[in-house]
């Protein structure tokens, strides 16, 4: 499929999230998944139901893309990690306006029960904006290969 641009995810943090654990506080980490691409985020160790991340994360979006997997895991050392939550964000509002504020979005377990918040930014760069850049750094010796 053809290139439709750029996405960039803000990352901000989450409030009011599920404590998967027992005696001591969560390490949450993010897991983004934007059609056959993903990103990870650094672990907030220790942070426990409010943590904060202020990352972002580049993802090149094609034609069909319609949202963004947002699923919340809590490191743990020995065991497998716990599922702490997810949020799935339509992305066809940041593709017509442009750019949406850090917005918060409802965190919501398997079984769709709320869970808490997550706040995220996104900025869209349409293909021709985000690709002129690469276009430019081809120039070499003051032309363009192919331009005779």
């Not at 980490?29 to 691409?37: R, S």
């Not at 895991?73 to 750019?99: C, N, W």
Request: proline share 5%; net charge negative.
């Amino acid at each position: 499929m053809p290139p439709l641009g750029n996405l960039e995810v803000l990352l901000v943090d989450a409030h009011g999230l599920h404590n998967t654990e027992f005696l001591s506080k969560m390490d949450p980490y993010v897991f983004l998944k934007c059609q056959t691409q993903e990103h990870k985020s650094k672990v907030a160790s220790n942070e426990g139901s409010n943590p904060e991340w202020n990352e972002k994360f580049i993802f090149k979006l094609s034609e069909g893309t319609s949202d963004l997997l947002i699923r919340i895991l809590d490191k743990d050392r020995f065991s497998a990690d716990d599922f702490v939550g997810e949020a799935i964000i339509p992305l066809k509002g940041v593709l017509t306006e442009g750019s949406i504020l850090p917005t918060p979005y409802n965190v919501v377990l398997m079984d769709k029960t709320y869970c808490g918040q997550i706040k995220v930014g996104l900025t869209f760069t349409p293909k021709e904006e985000c690709y002129a850049e690469e276009e430019e750094e081809e120039v070499e010796g003051g032309w363009k290969e192919g331009s005779l």
